[in-house]
């Protein structure tokens, strides 16, 4: 049963919707009757979470694509609105987080973090700003992190990169709040996904201990948090969440 109505027949666009949290940000918009286009790298993944969200009666469209290339990106758009129209909702969710000292990390870790969590998201957001700013009413959700504001060791190209996100969805809302396009940032803490999976050494086991002393959120309970953020009504803007387990401080 829908327990947010105002989604319903919205058209939405998830990035990094293989896994974690978007992937769990698709299958809520979609419980709620909004049509979903999945993008990410791995075609395998999201055509199987379309399958299984098309099985439950929702609607949703596989479109494998790499945030980080223009060419890509550009066919997403052509894809998404041949399936299904006008995108009136797009989360920029994707992303990547690599640790390192900063004396001997490779520069292209920090390349890599800086190309797909800002620029990657700059494009996806150009690419879908005339359709969402067509029709008055739309929503963007940028997912940063808690690490715009914290610091940590090794995590300083990561927070920087995450600091840019949170910086630009509050510069957007001064050119795109009155083109009606609700701007929000979402600042989460620790979820589960498939982020820590690649992350060793003792930079895996800071990871772990941390996450033992602090909790960590199921993708399912930040994906509500976006789901019930975006179907608030259009003029009221929940524009910035920080959303972290309780235990987590
Ligand atoms: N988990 C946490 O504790 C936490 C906390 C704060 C913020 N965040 C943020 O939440 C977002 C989602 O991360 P997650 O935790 O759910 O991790 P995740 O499971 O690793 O998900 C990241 C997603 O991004 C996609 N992606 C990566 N590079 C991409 C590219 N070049 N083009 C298209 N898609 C790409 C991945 O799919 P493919 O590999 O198939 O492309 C994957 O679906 C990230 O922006 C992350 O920084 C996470």
Known sequence: ?????????????????????GAAIAKAFAANGAKVALLARRADRIQELADKIRADGGQALAVATD??????????????????????????????????????APF?????????????????????????????????????SIAAHLTFPEYTVYGASKAAVT???????????????????IEPGLVES??????TGESGAFLDEWIASAG?????????VVAYTVSRPARVNLRQIIALPTTQY
């Open 194 to 199: 498939e982020l820590r999976d690649d992350i």
């Open 108 to 144: 292209a870790d920090w390349q890599k973090m800086l190309d797909t969590n800002v620029t990657g998201l700059l494009r996806v957001l150009r690419a879908f700003t005339p359709d969402l700013t067509a029709d008055g009413h739309a929503d963007l959700v940028n997912i940063s």
């Open 167 to 185: 910086f630009v969805s509050n510069s957007l809302r001064a050119e795109l709040g009155p083109k009606g396009v609700r701007v929000t940032n």
């Open 1 to 21: 049963m829908s327990q947010y109505e105002n989604l319903a027949g919205r058209t939405a666009v998830v990035t990094g919707a293989a896994s974690g949290i």
């Open 216 to 224: 960590i959120l199921a993708a399912e309970e930040l994906a509500d």
């Open 67 to 104: 945030i980080t290339s223009d060419a890509s990106v550009d066919a997403a758009v052509t894809a998404v609105n041949a399936a299904f129209g006008r995108v009136d909702l797009v989360v920029n969710n994707a992303g990547v987080m690599i640790p390192g000292d900063i004396g001997n």
